[in-house]
């Protein structure tokens, strides 16, 4: 409720201003009171207000010719960036703006009067600071991002070489079934020839034995008619 009466008041105070310098002021005063309304509520209706709000600062400041090194376009570039960074989550635009903004003002610096130069370059300092420590988030999350492509990489890799392991194994597995099933087709061949010949020998022994057989028997009959021969003489 707080931030939405300030909204609403700053707002009244803006459309009464005239001046440059201080319609950036309150467009700023604007932009801020929205943003930390927005971060509490994530309302999106105040998260526009504060973007556009911003956006009037910077334009207001731009047409009106405001030095880059003025605390209010300062603090309008450290405010926008700091809304684009930790609420749009735009953070490559938000260290762009910080990385401009500083560049623009650092020059010029030098020439303001002494209490305009220690507000400058209080907000040139945290710019600065701003820039480098979202540089480093930055850094951290490519380093971050490269481990977990590197880890997804491994484990593709790892993947792959475990369906290659088990392709093997079933291809090895196929290759000893139809080896075994050729041996055994192999064995059951050689066993039925066994089988065959074994037949075939007994056949051809049993057929000797009764030749032999028979031929005893006509020897038995020819001795005993010669005996019996013998015998009525």
Request: aromatic fraction near 8%.
């Amino acid at each position: 409720q707080v931030c939405e009466d300030a909204v609403r008041l700053v707002g009244i105070a803006l459309s009464n201003e005239s001046e440059t310098l201080g319609k950036v002021f309150y467009h700023k005063m604007l932009g801020d009171y929205a943003r930390y309304h927005a971060e509490w509520t994530h309302d999106q209706r105040m998260i526009e207000l504060a973007k556009r709000a911003y956006d009037d600062a910077m334009r207001v400041a731009q047409e009106g010719s405001v030095r880059a090194t003025d605390p209010n376009v300062l603090g309008v570039a450290l405010n926008k960036s700091v809304f684009m960074y930790e609420i749009l989550g735009e953070k490559a635009p938000a260290l762009m703006l910080c990385h401009d903004a500083f560049k623009r003002a650092l020059p010029e610096l030098n020439d303001l009067p002494e209490e305009q130069y220690k507000e400058s370059a209080s907000i040139l300092q945290l710019l600065k600071e701003n820039r480098k420590l979202w540089e480093e988030e930055k850094e951290q999350e490519e380093e971050r991002v490269m481990m977990e492509r590197y880890a997804e990489s491994l484990a593709k890799r790892d993947a792959e070489r475990k369906a290659q392991i088990h392709q093997q194994a079933v291809e090895f597995q196929q290759r000893m079934a139809e080896f075994d099933a050729k041996k055994a087709a192999e064995i059951k061949q050689q066993t039925e020839a066994y089988r065959a010949l074994m037949a075939k020998v007994r056949a051809e022994r049993d057929a000797k034995d009764e030749a032999r057989k028979v031929a005893i028997r006509q020897q038995t009959q020819e001795y005993n008619e010669h005996i019996a021969g013998v015998w009525e003489k």
